[in-house]
């Protein structure tokens, strides 16, 4: 498909909702209704010496920049694919003599890039980077003290640009940057590592149960010329299958929040109330907050959560610290207390689980992090829609501890499953996926062996993990 085909999907009026987009033919599960390029993106301040600024990967020995000694890339073809976007950032980074902070430096980009463009830089884009929406004017007390703090200092940033702009103007595309950023991740999927604007998808609608999801395409960076490298670019996807004449949507929130959580966090960021139907019949929050099937008392069901959510708070700030030891210790207490009293849908005993097994895996105690990642994936099943990247990320991470524990069975059947799930999320070409079909091939060899001679395996995996 090319990158930014908008067959399959139609702007309309969404009603209260504004605008929106819909299908415009049946779609199949894991289907990409649309690529999009990004219009502009930056990486966080915190990685900017970490990950490649031309292709968002996370990468070790990267190349400064000579001139501005700020941006970093994979090598010289990924800055020459680059140049076009870094050029005028370059100048103004060099006459300032330090970078802004990220969103100072989106908001540039943005500009720069509407100067040359104009609002639109391609035939399939639908509506111009200005004409997003902005809620400059709902912004919070704080909120808008630092949009001005930002627009201050862009201004002493933009100087070294040939046109300049009304602080009105520069507010607005901060607003729109607020409202409508994408968080981009490393080329693993796995962590974070920047912001980007991607005009089409900003059109797409919340909704807590999508029947979409968005990916990170890194696309290819490997070829030696630069003028072959693919943009980096969303993906959308089906979740299932989509009639002809469906809203798209997607989910600007985890899902494992209760309704009214997930409806502030809604409301603060995005200034809208989510009336969808999981959020307006309250669906499965009665799940998030049961009580084990021995039917505690209600009494002691909010004893053991007030525990849980102080816990929760000590554990993360001992996380923070670094101090592991002191990690499982509070989340060994907390399990306790939560035995027989909260459900394993229960949220707080899923974060404490999911906290647990990734502390045990880090300090290689797969056998008990195994266990902790199977009750974990057993709660998400049932919160989780079957086709959400989350749940496929989960069961990954889990099948990963089965297969280090020696569990080669559990280790094998999780992997396929978190496969089949991250098929329909990333698709094939992800590097997410390629990682996982490694997996399951390489599991799929060691179930056999462990089928034909378990003590030849054992003696294979035991002198494997000593090196």
């Known amino acids: 498909?090319?990158?930014?085909?908008?067959?399959?999907?139609?702007?309309?009026?969404?009603?209260?909702?504004?605008?929106?987009?819909?299908?415009?033919?049946?779609?199949?599960?894991?289907?990409?209704?649309?690529?999009?390029?990004?219009?502009?993106?930056?990486?966080?301040?915190?990685?900017?010496?970490?990950?490649?600024?031309?292709?968002?990967?996370?990468?070790?020995?990267?190349?400064?920049?000579?001139?501005?000694?700020?941006?970093?890339?994979?090598?010289?073809?990924?800055?020459?694919?680059?140049?076009?976007?870094?050029?005028?950032?370059?100048?103004?980074?060099?006459?300032?003599?330090?970078a802004p902070s990220e969103n100072i430096r989106l908001a540039a980009r943005v500009l720069w890039r509407m100067h040359k463009d104009t609002g639109i830089a391609s035939d399939s884009q639908l509506i111009s980077v200005d004409q997003l929406q902005e809620h400059v004017a709902d912004l919070a007390a704080e909120d808008f003290k630092q949009l001005r703090a930002d627009v201050h200092k862009f201004l002493q940033y933009w100087s070294y640009g040939t046109r300049q702009h009304s602080v009105d103007y520069i507010s607005h595309i901060f607003g729109i940057i607020k409202c409508n950023g994408f968080?981009?991740?490393?080329?693993?999927?796995?962590?974070?590592?920047g912001v980007g604007l991607f005009p089409n998808l900003?059109?797409?609608?919340?909704?807590?149960?999508?029947?979409?999801?968005?990916?990170?395409?890194?696309?290819?960076?490997?070829?030696?010329?630069?003028?072959?490298?693919?943009?980096?670019?969303?993906?959308l996807r089906a979740l299932g299958k989509i009639p002809e004449g469906e809203e798209l949507t997607v989910s600007y929130v985890d899902f494992l929040n209760l309704s009214a959580d997930r409806q502030k966090k809604l409301k603060e960021r995005f200034h809208f109330d989510c009336t969808c139907e999981h959020c307006s019949k309250h669906i499965e929050d009665d799940l998030m907050t049961a009580g084990a099937d021995s039917k505690p008392s209600a009494d002691k069901v909010k004893e053991v959560t007030v525990f849980s959510k102080e816990s929760l708070e000590k554990i993360e700030k001992s996380r923070v610290e670094g101090d592991y030891n002191e990690v499982l210790k509070l989340c060994y207490e907390c399990l306790q207390k939560q035995e027989n009293v909260l459900a394993d849908t229960n949220l707080h005993k899923l974060r404490v689980l999911s906290i647990a097994s990734e502390v045990l895996s880090y300090q290689r105690s797969f056998a008990k992090a195994a266990d902790y990642a199977h009750r974990m994936v057993e709660g998400?099943?049932?919160?989780?829609?079957?086709?959400?990247?989350?749940?496929?990320?989960?069961?990954?991470?889990?099948?990963?501890?089965?297969?280090?524990?020696?569990?080669?069975e559990e280790g094998h059947s999780l992997i396929c499953q978190a496969y089949r799930i991250l098929m329909v999320t990333h698709g094939s070409n992800h590097a997410i996926t390629k990682d996982l079909e490694g997996m399951r091939t390489q599991t799929e060899l060691e179930l056999k062996m462990f089928k034909q001679n378990k003590a030849a395996y054992q003696t294979m995996r035991d002198a494997a993990l000593k090196h």
């Open 183 to 193: 968080t981009l991740s490393d080329q693993r999927g796995l962590q974070a590592v």
């Open 380 to 408: 998400y099943r049932k919160l989780y829609h079957p086709n959400n990247a989350q749940l496929g990320m989960a069961i990954m991470r889990a099948g990963v501890t089965h297969w280090h524990a020696g569990q080669i």
């Open 1 to 98: 498909m090319t990158v930014g085909n908008m067959e399959r999907a139609e702007l309309f009026d969404a009603g209260s909702k504004g605008r929106g987009l819909r299908a415009t033919k049946e779609l199949n599960t894991g289907e990409v209704i649309f690529s999009e390029p990004s219009f502009a993106a930056v990486v966080f301040d915190s990685l900017a010496t970490q990950v490649c600024h031309s292709c968002f990967r996370h990468q070790a020995n990267l190349h400064r920049c000579a001139q501005c000694k700020f941006a970093h890339y994979c090598d010289r073809t990924c800055q020459t694919a680059c140049w076009n976007e870094h050029k005028q950032e370059c100048g103004a980074i060099k006459k300032l003599g330090s």
């Open 202 to 235: 900003c059109l797409v609608n919340h909704d807590c149960w999508p029947n979409c999801t968005v990916i990170l395409n890194h696309g290819n960076q490997s070829a030696v010329s630069s003028a072959l490298h693919s943009q980096r670019r969303i993906e």
